[in-house]
Each structure stands twice: as C-alpha cells, then as structure tokens.
C-alpha cells in the first residue's frame, strides 16, 4: 500500500487532538484512505512544554521547515498570520496538500494560499477554520454547488453566544458574563477578538467567499462587537420577544454581497434564537434548498479535530486515487458592499428627559428622514427625572437610520443613545 506521511504544525488544544486521533486510529484511517498513514512529526515552538495529549516525545521537533519538506500533507494548526503563511506556501508551492484551521490567515491570504494551491495541483482544506466541527464549507463549496445561495447567517463565535445567553437567561450583565466565560476557558485572557466580532468577521469572509464564489477578506467586513451590550438591552429585546445574538450575515446587496457582523435581535422563534450556551449554528438560505440549518459545537479539541481529520481523509482519498485539488470557484467575482444600502428593521434605546413633547419630536426626526416606526414604548428611568423610549423601525436603509440617529443625538431632550441594534425579519 502506498504511505503518506503527515507533517503537524502545532500541538495546541486542536493539534493535540489531531496528534492523538492519527496515533490511535491510524489503521482504521489508512483504511478509509486506502493507504498506510505515518505522522512523522509535529512541529512546536518548545518541545518540552506541557500539552493536552502527549504524543511519543521523538516526534517534537523545532525544525518546521525539514518537517514540512519530509512530508506528502502538511496540517497547520499554529494559528496567526506568520510564520503560518510561509509555511503553508513552502508545501503547496511543492505540491503538498495543506489542511488549516487558520481562519485569520485565510481570511486575509486566502487568494494567495489559493494560487499556490491551484498552480501546484495541491489541495487546501480548511473546514476547521469556521464553526469548528459543524460542517458548513464543505456543502457551500460541493452539496449546494448546483444552487444559488441567498444569504447565509451564523452564530459563529461561541465565546460571545455564551456571554449573551448568560444575560439572556441569568440577567447578568456583559462584564459578569464575559468573566464567566473567562472562567470556563471559552474566551481568552484578551478576549477582544471574540467580543469586538473580529473572530467572527473572519469565519465571515471565508464563508461569503465559498458561498457567492467570489474572493472576499476581512477587510470586506464590517464589524461589530457585544461589549456596549447591556443587560437592560437584553432585557427589552426580551419583552418584545426577541434574543440577541452576535450574527454574521453574507448576503446579495444589489450587484454586490455585503457581509457583516453585528449583535442582532433574532426573534424567539428563528431557529437561530434557540441556539445556546457555546454552541454554533449557520443558517443558510438557498434559492432551490430553502432553508437549512448547520447546528454544532464550534470549538474545543476534538470537536475541531473531527472537522480536521475530515478534511485529511478526503484530500488523502483524493491523493490515492491521483486526483489533484479542485480551486474553489470564483467565476461570480463580486465585490463587497458597504453598510449605507443595507435594508433591515433596528432596535433603537434613548434615554431622554421625560418632559412634554420628547417623544413627539423623536418620532417627527424619524418621519422626516423617512424611517418608519413600529413599535414604540417608554419606561421611567430608574435613575430619576429621565424616561427611556424603546424604538423599532420598520425596515430602512442603514444611512437613513445614521443619518435620523445623528439629529436625534443632537436634541437637548437626548441624553443618550443607549443602542442602536439590527433586528432581523420583516
Ligand atoms: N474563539 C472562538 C469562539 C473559537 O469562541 O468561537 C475558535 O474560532
């Protein structure tokens, strides 16, 4: 039988699972392969740092780059840009298939990792890059191959579901949550990249990309986070029946696709809403499918490896079989649209003097810039003499909502804009 030694970059909490799977089940793999199966190392910054699984010590190695050289499939789950992109190109550019969960790097290399690919006849995986072990880019690129995808919503960072489910359903507030998270090991020390939605932008721009056949990056996306979320936000979604979630939403925006990530009110009854605790989900509305949800655990070590292995079997299967990569399509070479002709409903929470005549003056600014209003309700302050007035719109464009949201800012009877958040359905 024909062997294919496997080269691992990276012994973190997926690689090590990964390491663990190829040692343990190295036979039943070769077999689903049609070839014996070898790892013959992993490369690591520190070869006596501690680790989640300890593989045979001899396999350890500083030496990336003669690992790499030695191998027929280079796995890369170092994460970070370089020395990531050096190494990944180092392999394709010599025609060995790379499997990644960098979804940092794809999301701003992914062209060039692509090219590379494409001009060696090597394969580039990276299902583990989004949602963990939820299959989501394997059915965009080949099961809905044959549709047209409309839009595509996902929770895809379970850190920030985690911390909004907290306020959802305990009242916490978003520092308490965020803590907690902290504490379960679900967000990191800095936890920026999940809370400002940057983790979630980028699994964004590699979905967009696979699911419109175009090339989009990070730099398309425009990006939101959940750190100005409060509870009493959480609180007032609740009473009109919704949940917020931090969604990711690709979708056609007249000639283009606009892509971005923002907290959303998700109606109680959207399939999205009932998505809990750290989990993923992306919901994908296709023209001849309809609609489809992909449910899963978006994270953790062997959850991610599953997603990983997945993508070795296959391209291993395809290496057998003496198959070169398949590019992904990109023929519809769209461009990214901007927010200002993005149409959707909004959530809009003001604090305002609670004094004759606000809320009449609020509601002529909407009507003047051609918003339309809802529902409205206002509630006493707890903190005294103010009033704080819950807005929805019917549905407008992004700049016409801007735009009404910089003249109400700059009444008098305006304390605060508490929030402006999307709302989503009609
Ligand atoms: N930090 C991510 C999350 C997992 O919280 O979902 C890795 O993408």
């Given amino acids: 039988m024909k062997k294919i030694k496997v080269a691992l970059l990276g012994a973190g909490t997926v690689g090590s699972q990964v390491a663990r799977i190829l040692l343990e089940d190295a036979v039943s793999l070769g077999q689903r392969i049609g070839a014996d199966i070898e790892l013959i190392g992993i490369a690591v910054r520190d070869v006596t740092s501690s680790r989640d699984w300890n593989a045979p010590a001899s396999l350890y190695t500083t030496d990336a780059e003669s690992l790499i050289d030695a191998a027929d499939v280079v796995i890369e789950l170092t994460g970070g840009i370089e020395p990531a992109r050096t190494r990944i190109l180092r392999a394709l550019n010599a025609g060995k298939s790379v499997v990644s969960g960098n979804k940092a790097l794809l999301a701003q290399h992914g062209a060039e990792l692509q090219a590379a690919a494409k001009a060696s006849g090597a394969q580039l995986s990276y299902e583990a890059a989004v949602a963990g072990a939820i299959p989501i880019l394997r059915p965009l690129r080949d099961s809905l191959a044959g ?10 960072n379970g850190t920030t579901n985690y911390i909004l489910d907290q306020m959802d359903t305990t009242g916490a507030q978003f520092s308490d949550a965020l803590a907690q998270a902290q504490e379960l ?8 990249a999940d809370v400002e939605g940057l983790d979630a932008a980028a699994k964004a721009a590699i979905v967009a990309s696979l699911a419109f056949h175009s090339e989009f990056t990070l730099a398309d996306v425009h990006c939101e986070g959940i750190s100005a979320i409060t509870a009493e936000d959480v609180q007032a979604a609740a009473l009109d029946g919704y ?15 606009n892509i971005r990530v923002s907290p959303t009110l ?8 009932s998505v809990h605790d750290a989990y993923n989900a992306v919901f994908v509305q296709a023209r001849d499918a309809g609609e489809l949800m992909f449910y899963g655990p978006g994270a953790g070590g062997a959850p991610t ?24 399509s990109t023929y519809a070479g769209l461009c990214a649209v901007g927010m200002d002709e993005v149409v959707t409903r909004f959530a809009i929470g003001l604090r305002v003097e609670d004094k004759l005549g606000v809320l009449a003056n609020v509601s002529r600014i909407f009507a003047e810039h ?3 209003l809802q529902a409205v309700r206002q509630v006493k302050d707890r903190s005294g003499d103010s009033a704080v007035i819950r807005l929805v ?3 407008a464009s992004d700049i016409s909502v801007r735009r009404t949201m910089a003249v109400v800012d700059s009444l008098e009877s305006v304390r605060e804009i508490i929030s402006v958040v999307a709302v989503e359905g009609e």
Wanted: aromatic share 2%; with cysteine.
């Fill in 370 to 372: 051609g918003v339309s």
């Fill in 147 to 156: 549709d047209q995808i409309q839009r595509v919503l996902g929770i895809m």
């Fill in 305 to 328: 490896a599953s997603a990983v292995l997945g993508d070795f079997v296959s391209l291993a299967r395809r290496m057998v079989l003496g198959g070169s990569g398949v590019p992904e």
């Fill in 185 to 192: 090991g679900y967000a990191e020390a800095d936890p920026t």
């Fill in 243 to 257: 949940v917020i979630k931090l969604l990711a939403i690709c979708e056609r925006q007249g000639e283009g696709i």
């Fill in 266 to 273: 998700v109606p109680r009854e959207h399939p999205l809403a």
């Fill in 393 to 395: 719109t019917h549905r």
